[in-house]
């Protein structure tokens, strides 16, 4: 076997643990609201697809990236959302049959890191048994800004809304994505 080849499989291994190696989860302790009991953590940490955390729980993201906390602040679905969606725009397309608008406030800050970090709407997916759903394109009220595709560097913070179309009435998690990877869950 030549160099080059064991320095391509070397390349190639290394690359393997690195991207096993992406992210870590966790919340802070201080968003944990008093009046509710703090549960046991029986399956994966809180913020994960086996025990994601909630709206208004602020989940701690560490990638090779930086630190990131993403909260989810807010929701709207159903009916009401669908009341805001054609108010705001009426060119705004109707569900499908089965589905439903759903609108969530994020606030994401870049709370750690050495570099600038590209974030969007398009970080975000929306999954339901199993199935992520992208970003609508629609006009938001001037009321309800929009999630800003920004460059942040740490400290920065970026907070607003982003609808969805999910299926009508069904569980649904929010999912932040870092390199195309969902990395952290947000239950709605």
């Keep these: 076997m030549n160099v080059g080849k064991i320095l391509a499989v070397v390349c190639i291994l290394i690359g393997i643990v690195l991207v096993g190696c992406v992210s870590e989860i966790s919340t802070k ?3 944990t609201p008093e009046s509710q009991p703090v549960k046991t953590q029986t399956r994966g940490p809180r913020g994960s697809y086996e025990n994601p955390a909630s709206i208004k729980e602020t989940v701690v993201v560490r990638t090779l990236s930086g630190t990131f906390e993403i909260t989810v602040l807010d929701c709207i679905r159903g009916e009401k959302a ?107």
């Excluded at 108010?87 to 705004?92: G, L, Q, T, V």
């Excluded at 009435?169 to 390199?179: P, Q």
């Design 29 to 31: 302790p201080d968003e």
């Design 82 to 188: 669908y009341q805001v969606i054609k108010a705001s725009n009426m060119f705004n397309p109707d569900p499908d049959q089965g589905f439903e608008y759903l609108l969530v406030k994020v606030r994401f800050k870049y709370a750690l890191g050495k570099a600038s970090q590209y974030v969007s709407a398009y970080c975000f997916e929306a999954y339901c048994d199993g199935t992520g759903y992208s970003p609508a394109f629609v006009v938001l009220p001037k009321d309800m800004p929009d999630f800003k595709d920004v460059n942040l560097i740490p400290e920065g913070m970026v907070e607003g809304w982003i609808a969805f179309i999910v299926p009508q009435g069904k569980d649904i998690l929010i999912a932040y994505e870092y390199i195309f990877e969902p990395v952290c869950f947000i239950k709605i």
